[in-house]
């Protein structure tokens, strides 16, 4: 009977230590995870960590609380940039309505005195000059002077240098009358500045005659009008006599450019 008994004994504990075998190999199982290739990277097993860490989060037990983290904006923010290129200027917009008058301002301190007008300034301008000797032309141009004079109002006319000199801007009427003498050329510029604007000419001929030439100028300020005796190839020359004036020159003003 004992014998029995020790046979059931030793039959139950063979038993339990089989399956506490098996228990144990199914947990070991458990742990080790699936078999997997070891020339595949794609299947490496799972390490202890991240399969632990897979079940702490599974289980609501081991769940861990979420972190939301707070960035700091003033930590981020860089440093202030250089000014960028002003841009195009808009369009104009429209005109407002003109506002209310302003108050009268302050009387002004009295100014200086200016500088002294022209008071002796005329607008009449006249002359009417003569020559009594006869003149014959000794270089390729010569300066024709007058000797007598009729009028020169507000000596205009510069009876040294034979030149009129204009005060006045404005229109002008001139007129140069002269005695050819015979067998001999008549040739004379009328001169304005330096350039000859007028042609007083007669050719050689056995009488003598009076010529006459006559045009309008419009003048400024400054400008000077005279005549000159042009010497070619042939003798050049102009008659007067002491007691009679054969060769004279005037000139007025018609209209002034101001009035």
Known sequence: ???????????????????????????????????????????????????????????????????????????????????????????????????????????????????PGYSCKQYYVAFSVGRRKPLHSSDYYQHVTFDTEFVNLYKHFNMFTGKFFCYVSGIYFFNLNVHTWNYKETYLHLMKNDTQVAILYAQPSERSIMQSQSLMLDLLEGDEVWVRMFKRERENAIYSEESDVYITFNGHLIKPATE
């Open 1 to 115: 009977m004992r014998a029995i008994v020790l046979v059931s004994f030793l039959v139950s504990s063979l038993q339990a230590s089989h399956l506490q075998g098996e228990q144990t190999s199914a947990k070991r199982e458990t742990r080790r995870g699936p078999c997997v290739r070891c020339c595949d990277p794609a299947e490496q097993p799972v390490s202890i960590t991240s399969s632990r860490y897979i079940r702490m989060t599974s289980d609501s037990t081991y769940s861990v609380p979420k972190v939301r983290p707070t960035i700091d904006i003033t930590i981020l923010k860089g440093e202030k940039g250089e000014m960028g290129v002003k841009g195009i200027s808009g369009p104009v917009g429209k005109a407002g309505e003109p506002g209310l008058r302003g108050y009268n301002g302050r009387k002004g301190q009295k100014g200086q005195l200016g500088p």
